[in-house]
């Protein structure tokens, strides 16, 4: 599919598409024309890269772990899976300690406003 169906059909911009592509997370063939063209397997791999991103993964990380993890097809992992649940868990722990920050920030908020309020 030619990079406009496929960016109508994940909703991610054209421009996203080709930074993914230049990251080395997404990739395509080239026409004769030199347009890009991608398999019908791109849809399922940019909704994945689009997850990593909602859950706070930088571009960086996310193309240094897309080659670990098992497309939708159940294609096999390039690279060993324990890796790849540690470099998650390390993930994990980083959004935890952003959480943990945003619940101290609250918790004096509410004391400000308890305060501003008499």
């Not at 599919?1 to 054209?14: A, E, F, N, Q, Y």
């Not at 024309?33 to 991608?38: A, C, K, L, N, Q």
């Given at each position: ?14 421009r ?12 395509s063939?080239?026409?004769s ?6 398999a ?14 909602a ?64």
């Open positions: 599919m030619k990079i406009g169906d496929l960016s109508l059909r994940t909703g991610v911009s054209v996203s598409l080709r930074y993914y592509e230049q990251k080395g997370m997404l990739a063939e080239r026409t024309g030199g347009h890009r063209v991608y019908e397997a791109a849809f399922d791999r940019v909704v994945l890269i689009q997850q990593l991103l859950a706070g993964l930088s571009g960086d990380k996310i193309a240094s772990i897309l080659p670990c993890m098992r497309d939708h097809d159940g294609g096999p992992a390039e690279t060993a899976t324990p890796w790849l649940v540690e470099q998650l868990e390390t993930e994990r722990a980083r959004i935890d300690r952003s959480i943990e920050g945003l619940r101290y920030t609250r918790e004096v908020l509410d004391e400000v406003i308890a305060g501003a309020r008499g």
